[in-house]
């Protein structure tokens, strides 16, 4: 660690503390054999020599220390004089003997090439999760040792440039732990040059090698001042698929005494191709190799002088997103969709999060329910559903598809492109579910559904499986609470997650069936009866005001709690006041406020485990965090009357017995009026009955969720308390059996592994999680077919029927933000721990969802205008808008530029 000099035959991958990222890269490749052209490294040593002897490093590190990642005048401020008091350091003398010594090597082993590349290599540049590309300054046609060692010491400074200092700040990067290592390479003066993608950076199709290519140097290239040919390989085929050729206006070229210029091109250069077929091809294999070799896809640049090719860098592509794993086992083409849609929550989640969630859903698992669900596959914190094995069912690739489009709307269309290319239907029978599989899954809930949806009386069962629901967690609570603290309670909890499914979640689908089957045949069968626009409305009306969805239930009891709380002015003051928790704690000490206390803990006692985000278990609920329901239920005094939550529920539903009856009497007329009456009238009984059993199967699993996080705590605890993690949150980043595991050997180590996964999981922040992707890494693109749209409208899907005008309010975390009465919700995506929001809603709009997802669900009930799928909706809107959500035809219209400032800032938008 203490060498100056180190050439590049000298060093390899595991050298990057010493050489940085890019000296890294080009050491490993050297020795592999690629063809890069000679050089040496100063290294990090070197650098902190140089912060030594500038006698002020621990001066500049402070300054820098104190700088927040967004405050951008203080850091162009302390980068300036941090490089103005280095540009006045010299070169130890040591340093500079040791670089010219390197040079004079170099160039004598050229027979006398005096022209050089002079480039920052940092040790957090190049990284899996960081390329850190271009935040330090690279030099190009460097001649003589003055011009040479006047470039290196500038490298060294560049690690003091304003991008490069909030590039860290913003990814975490301590400033004191990055060093500069700089790379001194003999110049190549190329023909050509260019990028060369060894996975698709658009498509992330990792079987596509993507090449840009234009003339000269390829810093015109990098620095975007032309535009590239674009060539396009098939790694199986080794076909050229694609080619783009550019309007190369210029090329970058070596001077003569150091430096370059820029040339400008014209006539046919411009236009015309700058690769031969054989050329495109020998780089495509190049890239292939140099893939193969860091068991990775690269972003890898290349040149080409006097026919000959040449590496001069090479980095993990770091903006992929991930393949779920295993991506496909028997060789063909997978489809995976995301299940993080599904359940409108796309953040991602810790190990534990991911290993709960795999544990819960049974299906495909054989005989034992504790390994993890095979088609559930992670990634970058996220799950994907494996659906290939259906879809390869000629009878399920035609109706899946169009069935999860009450999922999420756009992922459908996704999924219908992949299922019709040739390659995914030309595996034939290989990996497709087989039809005994399938029908023993789903042909008792079908059988089950039709006398349901038929015959068997609808009426109290909502309610029953409630009480069923109580039942089954209390004889949980007392099996956990009969077994002792630590390993053995918690493989007990392990266990009964496990058989959740089987034991009682299984039982509700039918009722589910029963219910959505039921109002989507009560719109077919009225379909060409009546007044089209009312029947429509009568149909949505079925939907509203109903009795014994848990959903529903949990908002109107916020707002009984708000209207406990407005008997007493001093416990509103009170609880707006300070720590949710302190207040809560106190607020037994406020007169008037025992009605208040009373609703709050009956509240808590069952819903206190639901929250925001809550298919995560690593989420605390509000029994833990009880400062976002609380904000709400203080928002909810803004209605000026008490009661109107109740209220305004009485008036759905007084709606929906009027839409019932009407349609039963629309069903008379015509002919067949005295068949379809009575069809109808069953139809509309068992919808209203059965459909609040859509959220039951959740409830009860995030109830046992509850459970179980309650036992994780308790067994992080002991952890902690012998000293072997640091903070009980730490545990999220083990499984349920390594937890276990953990406190079984109380000599086991754990704390690395939970630091290394830590910061993969805070890698995983930055990736946007597809749709729909496939084993090859290809994201499909998603787009709405809307024929024609208003000028400026943004696209959607339609979920809840109506239009409304009125102020966007961008919400990103329901913890912090309020939406007051009236406004229209712009959001990511909800999910029940959003539901007390939807109070105050005037409409709605998301970025994923479908028909069938919480949000569009609880628009309907409520009766508001709702869109979703609406792309980058909480971007492209902003708090303070006018805007008017066209739930009907789906789509929202940004009526004026005004933006509320101080509501933007508070609502991240």
């Not at 299940?339 to 290993?355: A, K, N, R």
């Not at 407005?566 to 037994?588: F, I, K, M």
């Not at 009605?595 to 833990?624: C, H, N, T, V």
């Not at 349920?736 to 000599?747: D, Q, V």
Request: net charge neutral; glycine share 10%.
């Amino acid at each position: 660690m203490t060498a100056i000099i180190l050439p590049f035959r000298a060093i390899r991958a595991s050298d990057l503390p010493l050489v940085g990222g890019k000296g890294a890269n080009l050491g490993e490749m050297t020795h592999a054999g690629f063809p890069v052209p000679p050089g040496f490294c100063i290294t990090t040593a070197a650098f902190r020599q140089f912060m030594q002897a500038s006698g002020q490093a621990e001066e500049i590190y402070c300054s820098l220390e104190k700088l927040a990642a967004d405050e951008v005048e203080g850091v162009r401020r302390v980068g300036q004089e941090v490089r103005a008091q280095l540009a006045q350091v010299p070169l130890p003398a040591a340093i500079a003997d040791a670089i010219v010594a390197a040079w004079e090597e170099v160039r004598t082993d050229d027979a006398g090439t005096d022209a050089f590349a002079v480039r920052s290599s940092a040790t957090a540049e190049d990284l899996p999760g960081a390329s850190f590309a271009g935040q330090q300054d690279t030099y190009l046609n460097i001649v003589g040792k003055q011009a040479l060692l006047e470039r290196v010491r500038a490298c060294w400074i560049s690690l003091f440039t304003d991008r490069a200092i909030l590039y860290r700040a913003q990814n975490g990067f301590s400033h004191r732990d990055v060093y500069l290592a700089v790379v001194v390479q003999r110049m190549v003066s190329p023909e050509l040059s260019g990028i060369l993608f060894t996975a698709d950076p658009v498509s992330g199709h990792r079987q596509i090698v993507s090449i840009d290519a234009s003339y000269g140097l390829g810093e015109a290239l990098v620095a975007g001042l032309v535009s590239a040919d674009l060539y396009k390989v098939d790694k199986r085929s080794h076909a050229i698929v694609e080619i783009r050729t550019g309007d190369k206006q210029l090329a970058i070229r070596p001077q003569a005494g150091g430096g370059t210029y820029q040339e400008r091109l014209e006539g046919q250069a411009r236009h015309a191709r700058v690769l031969s077929d054989a050329q495109v091809l020998a780089l495509a294999d190049l890239g292939v190799r140099i893939e193969a070799h860091y068991g990775k896809p690269q972003d890898i640049e290349w040149c080409i002088a006097q026919g000959e090719i040449y590496v001069v860098q090479a980095r993990p592509i770091t903006s992929l997103f991930p393949v779920p794993e295993p991506a496909s086992q028997d060789g063909t083409l997978h489809v995976f969709f995301s299940f993080s849609h599904m359940q409108v929550m796309t953040d991602p989640m810790p190990l534990m999060g991911i290993d709960f969630l795999r544990l819960v859903f049974p299906f495909g698992k054989g005989k034992d329910p504790l390994v993890a669900n095979p088609y559930l596959t992670p990634a970058a914190g996220r799950l994907y559903v494996d659906l290939t094995s259906l879809l390869r069912v000629p009878l399920l690739g035609r109706g899946l598809p169009n069935f999860l489009r009450i999922a999420d709307v756009l992922s459908a269309g996704a999924l219908r492109e992949v299922v019709e290319r040739a390659e995914f239907t030309q595996a034939g029978s290989r990996g497709h579910a087989r039809f005994s599989t399938i029908a023993r899954w789903l042909l008792p809930v079908f059988a089950k559904g039709q006398a349901v949806l038929w015959w068997l009386p609808p009426e109290g069962v909502a309610e029953r499986l409630l009480v069923g629901i109580d039942a089954y967690i209390e004889s949980a609570r007392a099996q956990l609470a009969a077994v002792p603290a630590g390993a053995p309670r918690l493989r007990l909890a392990q266990r009964m997650m496990a058989m959740v499914f089987a034991d009682k979640a299984m039982a509700m689908p039918p009722y589910m069936m029963g219910g959505m089957g039921g109002k989507l045949l009560l719109g077919r069968v009225m379909r060409r009866v009546g007044d089209p626009a009312q029947v429509t409305d009568d149909v949505e009306a079925i939907g509203r005001g109903l009795f014994g969805n848990v959903t529903t239930e949990m908002d109107l009891m916020v707002g009984d709690m708000a209207d406990a709380a407005r008997q007493s002015p001093a416990l509103v003051q009170h609880l707006s006041e300070g720590d949710a928790r302190e207040a809560l704690a106190t607020a037994h000490t406020i007169e008037g406020s025992a009605a208040f206390l009373a609703a709050w803990d009956k509240f808590i006692q069952r819903y206190g485990m639901r929250g925001p985000s809550e298919i995560d278990i690593s989420r605390p609920g509000w029994a833990e965090e009880p400062a976002s329901l609380l904000q709400v239920v203080i928002a909810n005094l803004q209605h000026a009357q008490p009661g109107a939550h109740r209220v305004k529920h009485a008036q759905l539903a007084a709606a929906r017995k009027v839409a019932g009856a009407r349609l039963v009497e629309t069903a008379r007329q015509g002919a067949w009026g005295v068949v379809r009456a009575p069809l109808v009238r069953r139809l509309v009984r068992v919808a209203q009955a059965l459909l609040p059993v859509r959220e039951h199967p959740k409830y009860l699993i995030i109830r046992m969720r509850g459970l179980a996080r309650e036992v994780i705590l308790e067994c992080a605890a002991l952890l902690q308390e012998q000293g072997r993690i640091d903070e009980v949150g730490d545990v999220w980043f083990l499984t349920w059996h390594e937890l276990a595991t953990a406190l079984e050997e109380p000599r086991q180590e754990v704390r690395e592994r939970i630091r290394s996964r830590q910061q993969t999981y805070m890698r995983f922040w930055q990736m946007v999680p597809p749709r729909v992707i496939t084993s090859d890494g290809e994201i499909p693109s998603v787009s709405h077919d809307h024929a024609a749209l208003p000028a400026g409208a943004l696209a959607g899907s339609p979920v809840s029927a109506g239009i409304v005008e009125g102020r966007a309010k961008v919400i990103l975390d329901p913890q912090r933000e309020l939406l007051s009465p009236g406004e229209i919700l712009i959001a990511p995506f909800t999910d029940p721990g959003w539901t007390p929001l939807f109070i105050n809603a005037a409409g709605l709009v998301m970025e994923v969802g479908g028909l069938m997802t919480h949000g569009s669900v609880v628009a309907r009930e409520y009766g508001i205008p709702a869109v979703v799928s609406v792309i980058d909706a909480t971007k492209k809107i902003h708090t303070g808008q006018q805007i008017r959500v066209n739930g009907s035809a789906g789509y929202v219209e940004i009526l004026d530029g005004e933006r509320d400032t101080a509501g933007a800032e508070a609502a991240g938008g």
